[in-house]
């Protein structure tokens, strides 16, 4: 917790969807945030080590000092607050997966992640019933960690759960959590008021709980196989269609294989592919598709001069003019001897650029490789002009 209070201090934080990596402004967003939460967690750890400490060097204070040591243990149990923060890393990790991983590794990883977080909640729940049986106040005398552990055949008096190792002790009160949220059975029970307290409370979050994960877990599994359901249905009717047709062997196999990889490729969306933006005010999705296109429209001397002088046109531009294209690999984006009816900039991999004597003025074949960022075309923008090399995807 000490390095974590020292390291939060340098941790950059997101706002309005930027990340920010400003030491002063982290400084002042962590002091205005977390740090006095996570200062009164180190200082009671620390306390609490000088007061064991100072347990040690006289007996007399540290039957008196024992009663504040209980206090600042439970008040370590307020780390537990700090799983809000777990929520909002698991929120980072969720649109990384949405940005990069396909759709159906993000359902089988969001299956993951929820079998993970029943682990870790039930992990909890456990050191809850472990500090209960331990430290809380028994208004019985008795405690579920004193109940047998064991019913041995010998004469050796039975084995108590304060007695045997720590490993025993947290398998039990993780069977213990377990079996509360998946309304299940196991051999310990609560034998005072604030353990009974617990175990009625960790009952009402598995009642919750244990149905949500049940039905998450469920609508998991029935997404996972509606895709795959309707992939096959897709290869199945390609099949069909190139059988139909009589196609060859060799062309067939080709159109199977291309298919079948661009069925596990997640392209990037389309506005045309999000529904959602249709209930937009036009005005608000202009300024949107604007706020869009405008970062790599003036890298262009011509654009950028053009949206210095008269935005209202720049915007009604992006509008109108603008269409994002997403080619896979192996892909024509044009044709060398077709009439150019667009300027081409590459926002994202690399193009191969291919040159013929038949249709351009080089001698011999040549290819060229044209990176992220480079314009094609340009000449479209002020005549009339014709692809004088073919241009495809790599």
């Not at 025993?168 to 213990?176: D, N, P």
């Not at 994960?213 to 469920?218: A, E, N, Q, R, T």
């Not at 937009?280 to 790599?296: G, K, R």
């Not at 001397?301 to 046109?313: K, S």
Request: charged fraction near 20%; aromatic fraction near 10%.
């Amino acid at each position: 917790w000490t390095l974590d209070l020292l390291f939060s201090f340098f941790c950059g934080y997101v706002e309005d969807g930027e990340l920010v990596m400003d030491l002063r402004l982290v400084v002042r967003q962590y002091i205005t945030t977390w740090f006095m939460f996570d200062f009164c967690l180190v200082a009671s750890d620390w306390l609490n080590i000088a007061m064991l400490i100072m347990e040690g060097d006289a007996n007399a204070e540290g039957l008196r000092l024992a009663r504040f040591l209980k206090l600042f243990k439970a008040f370590r149990l307020l780390a537990l607050l700090k799983i809000i923060r777990v929520a909002k890393v698991a929120k980072r990790i969720l649109e990384w997966m949405d940005k990069f991983v396909s759709e159906g590794k993000r359902l089988t990883l969001s299956f993951v992640v929820l079998l993970l977080t029943t682990l870790w909640t039930n992990h909890i729940l456990a050191c809850l019933w472990f500090y209960v049986g331990s430290f809380a106040e028994s208004d019985t005398g008795a405690r579920w960690i004193n109940i047998e552990a064991s019913s041995d055949q010998d004469d050796a008096a039975p084995a108590r759960y304060s007695d045997v190792n720590r490993g025993f002790q947290y398998l039990s009160s993780l069977h213990w959590a377990i079996a509360q949220t998946t309304l299940g059975s196991v051999d310990i029970g609560p034998t005072n008021s604030a353990e009974r307290m617990c175990n009625v409370t960790c009952q009402l979050i598995g009642l919750l709980c244990g149905s949500t994960i049940v039905s998450l877990l469920s609508a998991t599994m029935v997404d996972l196989q509606a895709r795959a359901r309707e992939k096959n249905k897709q290869m199945t009717t390609l099949r069909r269609y190139l059988r139909e047709n009589e196609v060859s062997n060799g062309i067939k196999n080709e159109v199977l294989c291309q298919v079948r990889d661009r069925l596990k490729r997640q392209d990037k969306l389309r506005s045309d592919d999000v529904p959602a933006l249709a209930l937009l005010s036009s005005a608000l999705h202009t300024q949107l598709h604007t706020q869009i296109c405008e970062p790599h429209l003036t890298q262009h001397p011509l654009l950028r001069f053009a949206r210095n002088v008269d935005a209202r046109w720049f915007q009604q531009f992006c509008t109108l003019a603008i269409e994002v294209v997403h080619v896979g690999a192996g892909d024509d984006v044009f044709l060398a001897g077709v009439p150019a009816f667009a300027v081409h900039r590459i926002v994202s991999g690399t193009l191969s650029y291919q040159q013929e004597p038949q249709s351009s003025p080089v001698a011999a074949k040549t290819t060229l490789q044209v990176e992220k960022s480079a314009w094609l075309a340009e000449a479209a923008f002020w005549s009339d002009w014709i692809h004088v090399g073919t241009a495809k995807a790599s």
